[in-house]
């Protein structure tokens, strides 16, 4: 990693690969550490989230902190891993993280309805997102609770026949090479501890199926966000929920793979 960015590392190990970040072995303090922090929105108390429009925007939010642990040595998700694999996809192409997805992947899909969108500056049928607020019984935006644009981490606008393009382009061929597919889509780090949320690929968790080839999926959440889309390989069957109300979409899709699994 060391040798593909050009930042201050201060702590971090500059020897942690690729892969590792590709995986979540690097052990890079996660600037978004779901075992400490409970609230996604806990981030902006003290860094306005409207500062966060670009990749490195990110980095004064985990690069002057300690190594979670020794590279390699376990599996632990983590957000800015994806941060820095997006800046190294910058300096290696030379081009914005948006604009390189754009070109090389939704384009490729077909995937018009699906951008890297500024909440500050968003484009027409564009749905917004909705926090459930306790003491007001009322609903507000998100607006002041995510970054003000995607980053690698996530945040992308995305509509559920696009998912369906990338899955379907992706599973061709069209994107990367069969082979990367395959490895793609199989067990790469994690131990399958907790049965539902199983092992984890490269850029997909990987559900243990004893009956058959395994089950991918990807999710995401933020305040007022929720996502999952899996791939199930022995009937075919891709699957996309997404709430614009936080919904919980992890309870569906359990219903949907008890009905038609």
């Known amino acids: 990693m060391g040798r593909l960015l050009d930042i201050p590392f201060h702590h971090i190990d500059k020897d942690v690969t690729v892969r590792q970040l590709l995986n979540h072995t690097s052990g890079v303090p996660d600037y978004f550490d779901e075992s400490v922090m409970n609230e996604y929105e806990e981030l902006w108390t003290d860094f ?8 490195s925007d990110l980095l004064p939010l985990f690069v002057n902190k300690p190594m979670m642990y020794p590279k390699g040595e376990k599996f632990q998700y983590n957000n800015s891993g994806y941060v820095l694999l997006a800046m190294i ?31 500050d500056r968003l484009p027409a049928k564009c749905a917004n997102n909705y926090i459930y607020c306790d003491d007001t019984k009322d609903y507000r935006t998100n607006i002041f609770s995510v970054d003000v644009k995607g980053t690698g981490a996530g945040g992308a606008f995305i509509t559920v026949r696009d998912i369906i393009r990338f899955w379907t382009n992706l599973l061709e061929g069209n994107l990367i090479s069969r082979e990367s597919v395959a490895e793609m889509l199989s067990r790469q780090s994690g131990d399958g501890t907790d049965a539902e949320e199983g092992y984890y690929g490269y850029g997909m968790w990987i559900m243990d199926n004893p009956h058959g080839r395994d089950f991918a999926y990807f999710q995401g959440c933020d305040p007022g966000v ?33 009905v038609l699994y």
């Open 48 to 55: 306005p989230n409207y500062k966060v429009r670009h990749n």
């Open 89 to 119: 996809m910058e300096k290696v192409t030379g081009m914005h993280f948006d604009r390189y997805l754009r070109e090389n992947i939704f384009d490729i899909c077909g995937m018009n309805a699906t951008g890297y969108y500024e909440l």
């Open 226 to 258: 929720s996502f999952i889309s899996e791939y199930n390989p022995n009937n075919g069957i891709i699957s996309v929920l997404v709430s614009n109300y936080g919904d919980n979409v992890w309870r569906e899709m359990r219903k949907i793979r008890e």
